[in-house]
């Protein structure tokens, strides 16, 4: 039973979410938002994997959600529909639900792979250095992206609602919140198996003493570059998502501000917490559509509720802590491996 | 063949030669000192010899070995594992993950086989759990298993490091000055722990100290250095009566 609660709990969760969004309880506009839900939370596990567990700054991850973003999206496009840019589709459009998570796949080592080009320099220095070459690296990725006028340059990239609409021909139910749903789960799961294996603990010793790793045994260069591919492919994950639920991706979505969010969104919930970062995400989230209607002065709101809670809770909302960390009696009812 | 030979050792910073010609050998299940007054490059020679400097000159073999190019985990997979002048346990993670870390070069898994939990990796982290138990068991520390190490008892954290040092199954341990910051009363227990290590264990120890009973008690063999060089070695017999030794480092009192 304590080995079944959670793949049971998730399963009803999931059919909750298809089943309102089937039957059209919820309207596309709430679909949306829990669509996001899931997108800002593999967002921020994943970022958290290298600002929190490995306690280094990385400031450009949305420059691999852009890459996952891109390659994903031209790969579904061009594989599954008949566009202006690729012409026939390259396989029956019917394959578009089965071919969907490989898709996201490619655009997942897509960006872990520019993560491994970005990691391989950056990783000589340390600290403040590496956020600023990961900011550098975001704005080269989003100014490559706009010089490629094949792909829509400035203008950006459509089409992915075609995708959505070949998978629907297969079968006639949410794909999206199906597929976001998975891949968040999937998320959780390979960073949590990540972080409790040794292998993992090993990036907790290097944020915690590089030296002292290094000297007891740990291949502090390589596992760095390990981590910040996960993150980055992760994160490619994510960016595919989101593309495939806006159905329109353009360069100046993955800018700085992008990356921002990524931040608030992981200091938030507190650093090296994957519990934290889930819930700073659904709270991040909810916060930003809450405070739609104050339109511009929202990004004054949530700035200074960043500042007030730095004031307070310095350490996020559960700062390296895990919800079973605070709730021990959690433990006796499930087994979360 | 020595465990451990240094060879013409020499370390510039910048102009500055914190060790000079150094020339030094360590045999098998040896318990040796390297002593000398404040800033004579005794944990430089460490620091040198657990891969984290590259000697400006000079040579170091280990089992025959040349230690030169390889990085400080490298050298650590190769069986020298060290303490620190400064405890640096990993200050948040608890004295078993602490233990279960310093094996990580002997893991035995690739990252395919953690994330989908292969037979292989789950009886390979169980095997490293088990050894890491043992470990705490024979120092009897593992009811601090799940304590971080800063809520233990200073001593207690040495003791910790020590096992963390032992805990990839080193054949060379390198203390850098273990009683440093102790209380006298630890300071006896350290010697007894130190001792029972080496008859324990079948590896050799080479110890910095600035405490003469610790290192008189303790070596077998003792090389002073003074401003980067080898002054003297020999018995700690000889030692304490070497007059070059006495004049460079513990001055005109008797011992």
Redesign the interface.
């Known amino acids: 039973m304590k080995r079944l609660s959670v793949p049971i709990l998730l399963v009803i969760l999931l059919s909750i979410l298809m089943g309102l969004s089937y039957f059209e309880v919820i309207d596309l506009y709430i679909q949306t938002i829990i669509l996001f839900m899931g997108i800002n939370i593999i967002t921020s596990t994943s970022l958290n994997l290298v600002n929190g567990n490995m306690g280094e700054f990385s400031c450009g991850h949305a420059g691999f959600i852009a890459v996952g973003a891109y390659v994903s999206s031209i790969l579904s496009v061009a594989l599954f529909t008949k566009s202006k840019v690729f012409g026939a589709p390259l396989l029956p459009p019917e394959l578009a639900a089965y071919g969907f998570p490989f898709v996201l796949i490619v655009g997942g080592i897509a960006s872990a792979l520019t993560g491994l080009l970005i990691a391989i320099p950056s990783f000589r220095t340390r600290d403040d250095y590496l956020a600023i070459i990961t900011i550098a690296a975001n704005y080269i990725i989003i100014t490559a992206i706009i010089n490629i006028d094949k792909i829509g340059g400035a203008r950006g990239f459509m089409g992915m609602k075609r995708v959505i609409f070949a998978m629907e021909k297969c079968a006639e139910i949410p794909w999206m919140i199906l597929w976001v749903f998975l891949f968040t789960v999937l998320t959780v799961i390979i960073i949590r198996r990540y972080m409790t294996s040794t292998y993992g603990k090993g990036v907790e010793a290097i944020r915690q003493d590089e030296i002292s790793a290094e000297i007891m045994g740990v291949n502090t260069n390589r596992i760095k570059l390990v981590t910040f591919m996960i993150s980055s492919g992760l994160a490619g994950i994510a960016g595919g998502l989101y593309a495939h639920t806006v159905g329109y991706v353009n360069p100046k979505s993955f800018d700085l501000l992008k990356s921002t969010e990524a931040l608030v969104m992981v200091y938030l919930g507190g650093m090296g917490s994957i519990t934290g970062s889930i819930l700073s995400a659904v709270i991040f989230t909810l916060m930003l559509e809450l405070l739609r209607p104050l339109q511009i002065i929202k990004w004054v709101a949530i700035p200074l509720l960043l500042i007030i809670i730095m004031q307070f809770r310095p350490e996020g909302i559960m700062g390296h802590r895990e919800l079973s960390d605070i709730f021990p009696k959690l433990k006796k009812f499930y087994k979360f491996k | 063949m020595s465990l451990l030979e240094v060879d013409n050792l020499t370390q510039l910073f910048s102009g500055l030669c914190a060790v000079s010609e150094l020339k030094l050998a360590l045999e098998e299940r040896e318990l040796v000192g390297l002593i000398g007054p404040n800033g004579a490059g005794k944990t430089t020679v460490f620091n040198i010899v657990?891969?984290?400097y590259q000697p400006t000159h000079g040579e170091i073999r280990f089992q025959g070995r040349n230690l030169a190019g390889l990085?400080?985990?490298q050298v650590?997979?190769l069986g020298i594992?060290?303490t620190?002048q400064n405890i640096?346990?990993?200050?948040?993670?608890s004295v078993l993950?602490n233990i279960?870390?310093?094996?990580?070069?002997?893991?035995g898994?690739g990252?395919g086989g953690?994330?989908f939990?292969t037979p292989r990796?789950l009886k390979r982290?169980k095997d490293?759990r088990i050894r890491a138990f043992e470990l705490l068991e024979i120092f009897k520390i593992d009811q601090f298993a799940d304590e971080k190490p800063t809520n233990l008892p200073y001593g207690m954290q040495r003791k910790v490091e020590i096992v963390?040092?032992l805990s990839?199954g080193p054949k060379l341990l390198l203390l850098d000055e273990p009683a440093a910051g102790l209380q006298a009363t630890d300071v006896s227990e350290l010697i007894t722990l130190i001792q029972w290590v080496f008859d324990q264990f079948d590896l050799s120890i080479w110890m910095i100290e600035h405490q003469m009973k610790v290192v008189m008690s303790l070596c077998s063999q003792i090389s002073v250095i003074d401003f980067g060089k080898l002054i003297a070695s020999g018995t700690p017999e000889e030692i304490q009566n070497n007059p070059e030794v006495i004049k460079a480092y513990l001055g005109d009192d008797q011992l």
Do not use: C, N
């Open positions: 657990s891969g984290f990085k400080p985990h650590s997979a594992t060290r620190f640096r346990l990993w200050k948040e993670m993950d279960l870390v310093a094996q990580h070069y002997h893991l898994y990252l953690l994330f939990r990796y982290e490293i963390r040092a990839s």
